[in-house]
């Protein structure tokens, strides 16, 4: 099953957490591909047809359920328990509701903070326990710097997961573990160009690509930043947008 087009990640294995969503799915599946063995890390919606996919093309995959905002220890032990050892963790988990600053309550912005950077720092700390060396990657977003409308807390959040990747690599480089960050643009997803035709269309003229990205963009990223041709990169924040940062604002 493994395409010879990715890097070879046989013998490895790797966590990706919030696989049952779009991007988390299609990460999962892109390291399936590079010959790794994968858990679909999944809050409420089990993946069981990505699971079943994997092994139907002959690779292996464990779903495993698990709150990341109560902590990440158990997940990763489950992993540990069943591959022998991690590798690869890719935090990937995460919330985007739409909310004005001005009317934000402090239960929704903890909420954001709790699910999208605070999950995502405490599996790696615990991974960071469970691995000899290896590889974390959070999954940010543009927004970490280029704030949009409705988003105040994502994008704050985004932000602080660029910076937490930075700091990590600081103190986790010693242990020959290298953290970095993937920010992703706009990725298209079923239905979004029907429910926000301007959106999409705005993005289109404005991305030098002319196009929207998709899950394997992303998973490609982080399968490359997981793999030994970025045996040297770590502390870096590595943006998947098809060039819409480079477009002028003006």
Not at 116 to 127: G, I, K, M
Not at 152 to 170: E, I, M, Q, S, W
Request: glycine residues 10%; negative net charge.
């Amino acid at each position: 099953m493994r395409d010879p087009m990715l890097p070879d990640l046989t013998g490895t294995v790797s966590l990706v957490t919030g696989a049952s969503g779009g991007i988390g799915g299609g990460i999962a599946w892109r390291f399936a591909q590079a010959g790794s063995a994968v858990v679909l890390h999944f809050h409420r919606n089990r993946p069981t047809e990505l699971l079943a996919r994997i092994e139907a093309s002959g690779g292996r995959a464990l779903a495993v359920g698990a709150d990341l905002t109560r902590g990440c220890d158990d997940l990763i032990d489950a992993t540990v328990s069943w591959g022998g050892r991690l590798d690869t963790l890719v935090n990937n988990a995460g919330i985007q509701p739409v909310e004005p600053l001005e009317s934000m309550s402090a239960r929704s912005w903890r909420e954001m903070i709790e699910t999208n950077l605070t999950s995502a720092v405490l599996c790696t700390q615990a991974a960071a326990r469970a691995m000899a060396e290896g590889s974390v990657t959070h999954i940010a977003s543009i927004e970490a710097s280029h704030p949009t409308f409705g988003h105040a807390h994502y994008g704050t959040a985004k932000a602080a997961l660029v910076t937490h990747a930075r700091a990590a690599a600081l103190e986790y480089g010693p242990q020959g573990i290298r953290v970095n960050a993937v920010s992703p643009g706009l990725i298209d997803r079923p239905g979004l160009a029907e429910a926000w035709p301007e959106g999409v269309d705005r993005w289109r003229k404005a991305a030098p690509l002319s196009r929207l990205g998709t899950p394997e963009d992303v998973a490609d990223a982080c399968v490359f930043l997981a793999s030994p041709l970025a045996r040297w990169i770590t502390g870096h924040n590595l943006v998947v947008d098809g060039g819409v940062s480079a477009h002028p604002t003006w």
